[in-house]
């Protein structure tokens, strides 16, 4: 069964150093998320990208993030300048369209930041 | 803004029981339903999509159910087994495409 793949599986990076997490979403997918989980919170959801612009994002995303597809397989996270509280599991998820179809979620990524 | 609460927040059961896990949310205005269930260092695993029309979604021994007026949705496990054992987590979708996911039930089931 085809899967969400993401990269690496941990990161540990200075604080205020720039990280990109990669995620390579289901083939025929259309739709891609990028969502965090603060140890111990709730899930949550940082932004939606379709037709290579931004569909949504919450508050949490903010100008220090930014996302990008650079080919037609790779979807990224870029944080500039990481902070102590951007340490968290990283996943990313995409469906095959936006309405009526699961999204699929990677295993994640544990950013650290130290 | 959209909350979601899910309760109990652990359950603790003997292989065999059936058991319900309900999920909650404050605002009405949704587009669907998601439970997943999330194994420990593991993504989120997609159960069942429930769309907002809809009133419940099956697959094997699983039963969502989705009351949009109250707000409410139950996951429903018929015979549960040892490898039910997970956190399970509800999401809906609300306007604007995003997304709110509850604080999960962590399920333990005894053999």
């Known amino acids: 069964e085809p899967e969400v793949t993401q990269t690496p599986s941990h990161q540990v990076t200075q604080m205020g150093q720039e990280v990109i997490l990669r995620c390579v979403p289901i083939?025929?997918?259309?739709?891609f998320y990028w969502y965090r989980q603060i140890l111990g919170q709730k899930v949550e959801f940082l932004v939606s990208f379709y037709n290579n612009e931004i569909s949504e994002k919450s508050e949490i995303f903010d100008d220090q993030f930014s996302v990008e597809r650079p080919d037609g397989s790779n979807f990224t996270l870029k944080i500039r300048s990481t902070k102590l509280e951007d340490s968290a599991m990283y996943f990313c998820?995409?469906?095959?369209?936006?309405?009526?179809?699961?999204?699929?979620f990677g295993d994640g990524t544990r950013l650290s930041i130290l | 803004k959209q909350e979601v609460t899910q309760i109990p927040a652990a359950l603790s059961v003997p292989e065999g029981e059936n058991l319900v896990l309900n999920c909650s949310f404050t605002d009405s205005a949704i587009y669907n339903l998601q439970w997943f269930r999330q194994d420990p260092g593991k993504g989120l695993t997609s159960l069942l999509l429930?769309?907002?029309?809809?009133r419940e979604q099956t697959s094997g021994r699983l039963n969502a159910s989705l009351d949009k007026s109250s707000g409410r949705s139950t996951l429903y496990i018929a015979a549960s087994q040892p490898g039910d054992s997970a956190t399970y987590l509800c999401?809906?979708?609300?306007?604007?495409?995003?997304?709110?996911f509850g604080s999960g039930t962590k399920l333990n089931v005894k053999p």
């Open positions: 998820a995409s469906s095959e369209n936006r309405v009526n179809q699961p999204q699929h």
């Open positions: 999401a809906v979708r609300g306007n604007f495409n995003k997304f709110y």
């Open positions: 429930i769309q907002s029309s809809q």
């Open positions: 083939s025929n997918h259309l739709y």
